[in-house]
């Protein structure tokens, strides 16, 4: 993997917003899409660090979520559903 340098937030976060739907889907599934889109080594810490954008849209207001943010394997967020 390369070890490019984190994108600027913007750029997660569009990818994030990108890689949603209306279906609810685990936070480290998003989180793993979310890195390739922007071309993100997987590493624990680009891993953490897009976990914590999530959460950030989540606290935003920004997309939906379901249970406990802080375990990306048991959560799940999706788009807002009109």
Do not use: Y
Not at 18 to 32: C, D, F
């Amino acid at each position: 993997m390369s070890n490019r340098v984190m994108p600027a937030t913007t750029d997660i976060d569009s990818a994030i917003l990108k890689t949603l739907t209306p279906r609810w889907a685990k936070v480290a599934m998003v989180a793993l899409k979310s890195m390739k889109r922007v071309n993100l080594a997987e590493t624990d810490e680009n891993f953490d660090s897009v976990c914590r954008r999530i959460v950030a849209l989540a606290d935003e207001g920004v997309i939906e979520a379901q249970g406990d943010l802080s375990l990306p394997r048991h959560s799940e967020v999706r788009a807002h559903v009109p």
